[in-house]
């Protein structure tokens, strides 16, 4: 069967989920991070306590873990960040490389410019084995939320499915839920399956549901009315699908501005805007509105970064007046 995921963290947790808790458990190396609300720096005692407590929950994970089974080579990641920019292309062509190269222009020096021409490559590359090994009748299993650049995937994904005219022997589909108890009776939230753990996977195959022909001919007349909307931005609202502007979530990049003080650091704000209200967008597009706010004159620039640095590690001012 093949396995259809819409971002590399969700590709890379779903192959090791396929063998998550086969054999004994091989002590490594875990990296912590201790901080305090002070400021004030952790001990040697501290960190230590954090680093065994930290060891023995990942053993505990990987024994009661229970493996998905599978091949990797089945597994096909489709990181199209579908959400932003132009969707008119019937296939992924050079507007939305353009798009991703231009989400990963905040990488330092030309790292970013030749990740994103690496991902195109591969992905143009996966998808005609995808399709290839759907015409000869290959099972497919597509594992979607309500984030937005997994909706756009998967709505996406169907209209690939339409265009091929392609008699897959079976369609199903894996929606994540939006929240879920946790084992202290506390409601758990991920944005996207890129949040969930490689042990944890197993546990929503029982939320698989076969695709009827009719869903993915839905699918792909909703797709192909967002392409001919062609907005800036693709969200989820009440779970539908719908075309947005780029404004879209300005106000909350506002509002964690107005918390700061007249001088601030640009990576915190994008940070606190993506912990704290789940919005599923990139860091990226963060960054390009804030950007978008500089042009127009609401903050200024107060010092740059390093070469070797993203771009929104800088500090910045309000331009009170502007705001």
Not at 99 to 127: C, R, W
Not at 283 to 294: K, L, N, T, V
Request: charged share 25%; hydrophobic share 40%.
């Amino acid at each position: 069967m093949l396995e259809i995921v819409f971002s590399d963290s969700a590709c890379g947790s779903l192959k090791v989920a396929q063998h998550y808790g086969e054999g004994e458990y091989q002590d490594g190396c875990i990296g912590v991070i201790v901080s305090h609300a002070d400021g004030s720096k952790p001990t040697k005692e501290e960190v230590e306590a954090v680093r065994r407590k930290a060891k023995e929950k990942a053993r505990l994970a990987w024994e009661s873990a229970t493996p998905l089974g599978g091949n990797t080579a089945d597994i096909y990641g489709f990181n199209l960040v579908l959400s932003i920019g132009d969707i008119s292309e019937n296939q992924p062509g050079i507007k939305r490389k353009q798009t991703l190269e231009h989400l990963y222009s905040v990488f330092p020096n030309d790292e970013g410019h030749q990740a994103a021409q690496e991902m195109f490559k591969k992905i143009k590359k996966d998808l005609k084995m995808v399709q290839e090994r759907a015409a000869v009748g290959e099972s497919l299993r597509i594992w979607y939320s309500n984030q937005p650049d997994e909706m756009c995937g998967l709505y996406w994904f169907m209209e690939q499915l339409n265009q091929w005219k392609a008699h897959v022997k079976q369609v199903s589909i894996v929606k994540l839920p939006e929240g879920e108890a946790d084992e202290k009776g506390n409601i758990v939230r991920k944005s996207g399956w890129g949040e969930v753990a490689p042990g944890e996977w197993h546990r929503y195959l029982a939320l698989q549901k076969p695709v009827l022909p009719v869903f993915v001919q839905s699918c792909a007349s909703h797709w192909q009315q967002l392409q001919r909307e062609n907005t800036p931005l693709r969200a989820t609202l009440n779970g539908q699908l719908i075309s947005a502007p780029e404004t879209l979530y300005d106000d909350f990049i506002f509002r964690e501005i107005e918390a700061e003080g007249e001088e601030f650091q640009e990576a915190k704000v994008i940070g606190r805007v993506m912990g704290k209200y789940q919005l599923g967008i990139s860091d990226s597009w963060i960054a390009f509105r804030i950007e978008e706010m500089i042009r127009e004159g609401k903050l200024e620039v107060v010092s740059a970064v390093a070469e070797d640095m993203l771009v929104y590690h800088r500090v910045l001012k309000k331009c009170i007046y502007r705001l």
